[in-house]
């Protein structure tokens, strides 16, 4: 199913309408209330579509029990390319207001959702996502699923493959002037560190030359010096994607495992 809501007044004194897919779990009873899987796109230039994906396949929450949420906020394509262009240089503003702006719509449209038994999965922009979401409004989710993302954005930003992309959404480079400093510190996931304290499973590949496996490293590092309970899984043999059959398998299963183990009744 499909709903829009109100989005962030922009600048031009416009308020977009945002749409959010919603994809109910199997057998779906409005008598019983379900947790909620809240799936985070990448890019962030990227969309939610009615497509399928061996991949990030909502369909894989809905068969085990969840109704998922996934919102397409500002920075998503295929509703005019203003509304696209509108995250850059601001990644943790208004698209964080139009993420939790359409899980609350979502937890109103469907009144038999749990909203203490959320996890927010995100892989990319989107793992970027939920690692600002762990240190910034932990109090929505019961746990987190950060896939690829990006904790700290000079070392990972100095050290991706794809180098005109930092220096596009971010302005420039920080030594470039003090205003460009101060947005890449402050758009930084790891300046959220001190309130991380909702489980998070964190997953890597090892091979990964977008966001170097290295953010993963710090993120759980950071999770485990503060006491926070988390697993890592890393793939040796996998990039920014989960490619392979049997990996697929195995991160599926162990996402899978961990949204169940902190959503149980």
């Given at each position: 199913?499909?709903?829009?809501?109100?989005?962030?007044?922009?600048?031009?004194?416009?308020?977009?309408?945002?749409?959010?897919?919603?994809?109910?779990?199997?057998?779906?009873?409005?008598?019983?209330?379900?947790?909620?899987?809240?799936?985070?796109?990448?890019?962030?230039?990227?969309?939610?579509?009615?497509?399928?994906?061996h991949?990030?396949?909502?369909?894989?929450?809905?068969?085990?029990?969840?109704?998922?949420?996934?919102?397409?906020?500002t920075?998503?394509?295929?509703?005019?390319?203003?509304?696209?262009?509108?995250?850059?240089?601001?990644?943790?503003?208004?698209?964080?207001?139009?993420?939790?702006?359409?899980?609350?719509?979502?937890?109103?449209?469907?009144?038999?959702?749990?909203p203490k038994?959320?996890?927010?999965?995100?892989?990319?922009?989107?793992?970027?996502?939920?690692?600002?979401?762990?240190?910034?409004?932990?109090?929505?989710?019961?746990?987190?699923?950060s896939?690829?993302?990006?904790y700290?954005?000079?070392?990972?930003?100095?050290?991706?493959?794809?180098?005109?992309?930092?220096?596009?959404?971010?302005?420039?480079?920080?030594?470039?002037?003090?205003?460009?400093?101060?947005?890449?510190?402050?758009?930084?996931?790891s300046?959220?560190?001190?309130?991380?304290?909702?489980?998070?499973?964190?997953?890597?590949?090892?091979?990964?030359?977008?966001?170097?496996?290295?953010?993963?490293?710090?993120?759980?590092?950071?999770?485990?010096?503060?006491?926070?309970?988390?697993?890592?899984?890393?793939?040796?043999?996998?990039?920014?994607?989960?490619?392979?059959?049997?990996?697929?398998?195995?991160?599926?299963?162990?996402?899978?495992?961990?949204?169940?183990?902190?959503?149980?009744?």
């Open positions: 199913e499909e709903l829009w809501f109100d989005g962030v007044q922009g600048p031009d004194g416009r308020i977009p309408k945002v749409h959010t897919l919603v994809i109910k779990p199997v057998n779906f009873d409005p008598a019983k209330k379900y947790p909620v899987v809240f799936l985070v796109h990448g890019g962030p230039q990227g969309a939610w579509a009615d497509s399928w994906s991949r990030w396949n909502p369909q894989a929450w809905a068969g085990r029990g969840f109704l998922v949420v996934m919102v397409n906020p920075g998503s394509t295929g509703y005019g390319q203003a509304f696209t262009d509108a995250i850059s240089k601001d990644w943790n503003g208004v698209v964080m207001k139009e993420l939790l702006g359409g899980l609350d719509a979502a937890l109103r449209k469907f009144p038999n959702t749990d038994r959320v996890v927010a999965c995100g892989a990319s922009y989107g793992g970027y996502a939920v690692n600002w979401l762990m240190g910034h409004h932990a109090d929505r989710f019961a746990a987190f699923v896939h690829a993302g990006i700290n954005t000079e070392s990972m930003q100095l050290a991706t493959e794809e180098l005109w992309f930092p220096k596009w959404e971010f302005g420039g480079w920080p030594w470039e002037s003090p205003a460009t400093a101060a947005r890449w510190r402050s758009m930084s996931p300046t959220g560190a001190k309130h991380f304290r909702k489980p998070a499973l964190v997953i890597h590949g090892e091979l990964d030359y977008r966001v170097p496996y290295t953010e993963g490293i710090q993120l759980y590092q950071t999770l485990q010096l503060r006491g926070v309970p988390s697993e890592f899984l890393c793939f040796p043999d996998e990039g920014h994607w989960v490619l392979k059959p049997q990996n697929s398998k195995l991160w599926f299963e162990t996402m899978l495992g961990w949204c169940e183990r902190w959503t149980r009744p």
